[in-house]
């Protein structure tokens, strides 16, 4: 596709649980404070499928609209009293796809400035489109909230998901000792991260506590799960100064087990500077961060092999809703 042409190609959902539908919409132009991206591939998150079934109100994302969240690309154009980035810089960004902004299943995107960080240089484009939403939202949690400790023991809750494989990541490089619940077929990934994996078919919180905590409770626990998970987290908190962070703290649960121990919670939403235009310089700052930890070898994101287009962006919203993918979706825009 030429520079100059006024128009991109683009998927587009036009009604809740609707197909994809291949489009030509104009080319965006990029306003004051943004730049303008050609996309090279788009993340897909359990979140974007949630969207399109339109189940997902709080992203207030109406339809018809081009989804997808997370992308990596290349600067095309930077519009005025934007300093920072010229034309072909390698970027990546948590960048739309909520709130009525435009999404990254299409050729190009005109990004607010400050959400967008360079990519990380060890990785593709594909591997970086994996990253944004999950690594801001672990790094909401484990940093920002429970600012986590060298020397801390820390549990994660669904350790080889989308956002989980990344908390535990994190949190060892972060000097922590980290566990991991996880399936038993996933147990040397987790070793492989430098974590103990716990079997949470097998193992009840009294059992994994019992044995890694001497039954204090780990200082720590990152809840990527909800629901039942998260009453668990709240009864495998350290005594005196544990604290719980949860990423799908929306249900009803009860706090006693939390105040019995002397421990705190926290949640996150890592959607808010999307949805009010307030604190998105935060997010361009984390992925600053996190490509740092990227290229000293300390962060690798988990991707599943297959390869989608976007004429083939239904298969991979598929994939990511039947919660079939071995690591994270990621549809290839370019090439």
């Known amino acids: 596709m030429n520079a100059k042409t006024s128009t991109m190609r683009a998927s587009r959902v036009d009604q809740p649980g609707g197909d994809f539908v291949a489009v030509n919409l104009p080319r965006p132009e990029p306003?004051?404070?943004?730049?303008?991206?050609?996309?090279?591939?788009?993340?897909?998150?359990?979140?974007?499928?949630?969207?399109?079934a339109g189940q997902a109100a709080h992203a207030r994302q109406p339809l018809p609209a081009v989804l997808g969240i997370d992308m990596a690309g290349v600067v095309e154009q930077v519009g005025a009293g934007v300093t920072g980035w010229k034309a072909g810089d390698e970027v990546y960004a948590m960048a739309g796809g909520i709130a009525g902004l435009q999404g990254t299943l299409a050729e190009f995107i005109a990004v607010d400035?400050?959400?967008?960080?360079?990519?990380?240089?060890?990785l593709t484009m594909r591997e970086a489109?994996?990253?944004p939403l999950a690594v801001i939202t672990a790094w909401e949690g484990l940093v920002d909230r429970a600012q986590v400790k060298p020397g801390q023991k820390v549990l994660v809750q669904g350790g080889a998901g989308g956002v989980g494989h990344i908390a535990v990541q994190l949190a060892r490089a972060r000097g922590a000792e980290v566990f991991a619940t996880v399936e038993a077929e996933d147990f040397e990934l987790v070793r492989s991260w430098g974590a103990?994996?716990?079997d949470f078919r097998s193992e009840t919180v009294a059992d994994y506590v019992g044995q890694h905590t001497a039954g204090?409770?780990?200082?720590?626990?990152?809840?990527?799960?909800?629901?039942?998970?998260?009453?668990?987290?709240?009864t495998?908190?350290?005594r005196y100064g544990g604290?719980?962070?949860?990423?799908?703290?929306?249900?009803?649960?009860?706090?006693?087990p939390l105040s019995f121990r002397a421990a705190t919670y926290s949640g996150v939403f890592t959607l808010l500077p999307l949805l009010s235009g307030e604190g998105r310089d935060a997010h361009g700052a984390i992925l600053r961060e996190a490509a740092a930890l990227v290229d000293a070898g300390l962060l690798t994101p988990r991707l599943d092999a297959r390869r989608f287009t976007l004429a083939t962006a239904g298969d991979a919203h598929a994939l990511v809703a039947a919660g079939l993918g071995q690591g994270k979706v990621v549809v290839d825009v370019m090439g």
Do not use: C, M, Y
């Not at 604290?243 to 006693?256: D, F, K, M, P, R």
């Open 196 to 198: 103990t994996p716990i």
């Open 113 to 122: 400035a400050r959400l967008l960080a360079r990519k990380p240089a060890r």
């Open 129 to 131: 489109a994996a990253l």
């Open 216 to 234: 204090q409770g780990f200082d720590v626990v990152f809840d990527a799960v909800g629901g039942p998970v998260l009453d668990a987290s709240f």
């Open 31 to 52: 306003g004051e404070g943004q730049v303008l991206v050609r996309i090279h591939a788009s993340g897909v998150n359990p979140l974007d499928t949630k969207i399109r």
């Open 236 to 238: 495998a908190a350290r």
């Open 243 to 256: 604290h719980v962070v949860s990423i799908l703290g929306w249900g009803t649960h009860s706090l006693a």
